[in-house]
DNA sequence: CTATGGCACGGATT
DNA sequence: AATCCGTGCCATAG
């Protein structure tokens, strides 16, 4: 106690205000633009100034003349990434980047919401004289893409019967992405688990564990799960893994697993990406182009004009304007941190699985944070902060944990699969699938083939169908 | 006897 | 320090 009032008392609060850093790096840009957006509100000291926009491409950025896009265009070469802030928030949900990155390319980028892009696809489907119903439930879906308002709701305005919004509700569940239209992420898991067991096997249990476990899932207490469903500790984080893997509670935001920790309370678990990589074009040798998302509009910086006030402050303001100043700083001071610390990751990351990214799992590249970590002389927990809860947006407009980067089996299981999905007649025992392995530069025991066949979801060999679909 | 799943341990990773 | 991951050994099912 007495210790305590010691250390604190012995920091005199100017230094120790500015010596300190935030920790903004383990933030998603949603939440930091939450943080920023309360700073620039209550904190005079702090503001945002106006973007200008790049004379050759339109796009808004912080400085004027050439936005970083533009002017190292001239000079990149196919190996090496071009890593930039970018203050775009208009992503699309299935969205292939919008061709406004080209400079030079005039296609105006067909932007269609979400509300139409599913309305397109079921309109075959639709009687006409439900249309306005599918529209009102579609113009009620929520960023995540679940619905938040009831169906008796929607039933009662339009003088019908509540099961014929459910069956338009259903449609629309059913189509891309899906289980849109869900009124809670467990709805949407269930009809994402349904659509998914038409075409693969699913494991068992699967949907009781979602059904009664959902809590116990999303804290990823997998012991006490267990128990529920009456399996094993390792059964049940398996079948977690598999609904990780291939579910998504909130359909909206696209592919991304990974259940977060955080409790119940905390839809911003899943988010729009924190970082988009496209490519420049359509050819093969194309460096990509890597933007880590700025959570704002224009530049935030510390008011000149507050500044220079500073001087004539009333006496009695005078601390108190002090730290405000301070505290606009250091915010300032944390971001440019943030941003610098995500662009190098990236910067290397976009280096190192070129190939991972442009063709797809099987050619990720076993790396970890610590390597990563090294390469970059910061601290590992640095990296785990820079890349634990973020999503980055793949050229093929997948969005995916940027925790994958760092999968260390993600490609011997992608090999697995193909090895599994390309097996002709005979179903290969595990034994001999990890032969096989070995043979294409996979050591890997015969019981690690079984757990990997358990995370993707595919049944033992002398369960598994001689006929594959394809 | 063969193929798999459960449990638990040790080492790596975060 | 806590967690994840690959593996070996044993039990069980077919």
Request: net charge negative; proline share 8%; with cysteine.
């Amino acid at each position: 106690m007495l210790l305590q009032r010691q250390t604190t008392s012995l920091r005199p609060l100017t230094t120790a205000h500015l010596a300190q850093t935030m920790t903004l790096l383990g933030l998603t840009v949603g939440e930091l633009r939450q943080k920023i957006e309360t700073e620039l509100a209550e904190n005079p000291a702090l503001e945002l100034v106006e973007e200008h926009h790049c004379p050759v491409c339109h796009r808004p950025q912080p400085n004027s003349g050439l936005c970083p896009l533009c002017s190292r265009l001239p000079s990149a070469t196919a190996e090496q990434p071009i890593v930039f802030l970018s203050p775009r928030e208009d992503f699309q949900h299935h969205g292939v980047l919008p061709a406004e990155d080209l400079p030079d390319d005039n296609l105006a980028p067909e932007v269609e919401d979400l509300p139409t892009f599913v309305l397109r696809q079921i309109a075959a489907e639709l009687a006409p004289e439900d249309r306005s119903l599918a529209a009102h439930l579609l113009n009620n879906l929520d960023e995540d893409g679940l619905l938040s308002v009831s169906i008796l709701e929607i039933a009662s305005y339009h003088h019908v019967l509540p099961s014929r919004v459910e069956v338009v509700l259903k449609l629309i569940q059913r189509s891309e992405p899906i289980g849109v239209g869900c009124s809670n992420p467990q709805e949407a898991l269930l009809v994402q688990l349904d659509v998914l067991a038409e075409t693969r096997p699913i494991p068992l249990l699967a949907a009781e564990a979602i059904q009664q476990g959902m809590s116990l899932l999303s804290r990823r207490k997998y012991s006490e799960l267990g128990q529920l469903l009456g399996i094993s500790t390792s059964q049940a984080s398996q079948i977690a893994s598999f609904i990780s893997n291939n579910l998504n509670p909130y359909p909206a935001r696209a592919h991304w697993g990974d259940v977060h920790q955080s409790a119940e309370p905390s839809p911003n678990v899943y988010h729009t990406p924190d970082v988009i990589i496209s490519r420049l074009n359509d050819r093969e040798e194309t460096p990509l182009v890597v933007e880590v998302i700025t959570p704002l509009y224009g530049t935030l910086r510390v008011n000149p004009l507050f500044r220079q006030a500073l001087h004539q402050a009333p006496p009695e303001h005078s601390t108190e304007w002090h730290q405000a100043i301070d505290r606009a700083t250091l915010l300032v001071k944390c971001i440019g941190q943030r941003n610098h610390t995500i662009v190098r990751l990236m910067e290397l990351l976009a280096t190192i699985q070129r190939k991972f990214i442009l063709h797809g799992e099987v050619h990720l590249l076993p790396f970890t944070r610590a390597r990563m970590a090294d390469e970059l002389e910061v601290h590992e927990s640095t990296i785990s902060r820079a890349v634990s809860g973020k999503a980055i947006q793949l050229p093929t407009g997948r969005i995916i944990p940027l925790s994958t980067f760092f999968d260390r089996n993600l490609q011997v299981r992608t090999v697995l699969k193909q090895i599994i999905n390309q097996e002709a007649s005979a179903n290969f025992s595990d034994s001999q699938l990890a032969v096989i392995l070995k043979g294409h530069g996979y050591p890997v025991a015969r019981r690690t083939v079984a757990k990997y066949r358990a995370m993707e979801g595919i049944l033992p060999s002398h369960l598994r169908q001689p006929f594959k679909p394809c």
